[in-house]
């Protein structure tokens, strides 16, 4: 132990809690079911490092400090609440030791990381969409409350009411901590992605950017990592990554969007592509997200728009639409066989999905996929716009 | 946890007739395994009274208090360890494809009261 500068005890607090903070709320929820409990225990072991550790130095391992400081907290409160023996050794018994990562035949495995089971638990389809959000951002992310409700535009009375009713609702119905198993894993699994997804996506900070997607990224990594075996994980992962290596590129110096096709290649992040397409040349991406992010590699690597493999793109499209079928994936669809077999092709398309009104009802037809999808030739543009013009009609 | 499962029918059901499910072999895997404590299945909608006391007032009306097009058909009471197990109960009742199953907790008495 050594003396630390009070700056430099306040960055290893912040390094520590980043590390194990979600951990830690995982590990006292698993053996506790009390969510207020752990996260204050949590808070106040921060709390008292920040108090600590510049007056006394900085702890030889911070993350087993912090997780003592916690545990013995909810020991202290539960003890005083008359709890459990058995809770309370299971409690003492806490600490942060890695576990293995998961297999594709995950349900066997007797370790799973407490972060997976809490995950799985945030995400049950049981919670309305929102509460999967705002849980996952809360409990394993450690977002502050002011900060979920200014991107997600509510207040933060909504905010906290959308968080008890939650954890009420988790309490009430028995939804379990604990991996899902078999046929289960897959269906509960896309539902993790899909949060992960909206959290990427969802909600904006004071520059426009998905305020979350920091948050996602890190969550898929996590995922990513205990999950070896599960290629939507890693498929997602490879689609953030593409995605946000244009981030410095898609707005100019007056924070207005560059389009696709017009924005400075040059200034898209390298080595967030290269991760990108590592980690998805080491799976079979066949899903949803594989699909989707094969259609974000063509546009990543490609150097030029015409010099993007619209054909790859165009095939991956089709399997999009066979497999979940949305007007924006029709309407994307049309555009990318424009772009690889000409604009005849891609206007039978349109007209094909218009007639099976698959178009109906889709707002912003123009706007979504913007990002994604270079803006088709005049003529075939004209017919989407009318499209999108006449989707009540 | 003991969970309620209401049966009801649903305007949509399920298009694809492949699978078809057979209650009695649903019946005799639950029983196997303890998870269904009882069954009661209802008469049709049409035998239902609806029946309320306002300022000292008795008023029998016809019908049952919500007037929907999905009616609730019979009920199961199930005991899971949680919600995911209920959840799979109910995935291969026949009615999770001909109609739809709602799975509600009881509530536990002790907690309410604490």
Known sequence: VTEALPVAAASAVAAAGAESYSRIVAGLIRVTGKWTLAEECAQEALALALERWPKEGVPASPNEWLMTVARNRAIDNLTEAGAERGVLGELAALSLGETEPVGADAGSAAMVDDRIRLIFMCCHPALPFEARMVLTLRTLCAVPIANIAKALLVTEAVLNRCLTQAKAKIADAGIPNRMPSGPALTERLRCVLSVLHALFIHGHDAKGEPAFSEEAICLARLLQRLMPGQSEVSALLALFLFQDSRREARRDPDGRRITLETQDRTRWDADAIAEGMTILSRVSPEGPYGLQARIAACHATATSPKETDWREIAICYDELARIQSTPAIELNRAVAHSYAYGAAVGLALLAEARAGAGLDDYPHSLAAGVDLTPRPDDRLRRHIVTAGRHRRS | ?114
């Open chain 2, 1 to 114: 946890m003991k969970y309620l499962m209401f049966v009801c029918t649903d305007s949509e059901p399920d298009t694809d007739r492949e699978i078809e499910q057979d209650i009695d072999t649903w019946m005799a895997e639950h029983d196997a395994c303890g998870r269904r404590l009882q069954s009661m299945v209802l008469s049709p909608k049409s035998a239902a009274t609806t029946v309320r006391v306002r300022q000292g007032r008795l008023l029998v009306t016809d019908g049952p208090f919500a007037e929907t097009k999905e009616v609730m058909v019979s009920f199961d009471l199930l005991e899971c360890a949680d919600l995911d197990e209920a959840i799979e109960v109910a995935r291969t009742h026949p009615m999770a494809r001909g109609g739809r199953l709602e799975i509600r907790p009881l509530a536990d008495y002790e907690q309410v009261t604490a």
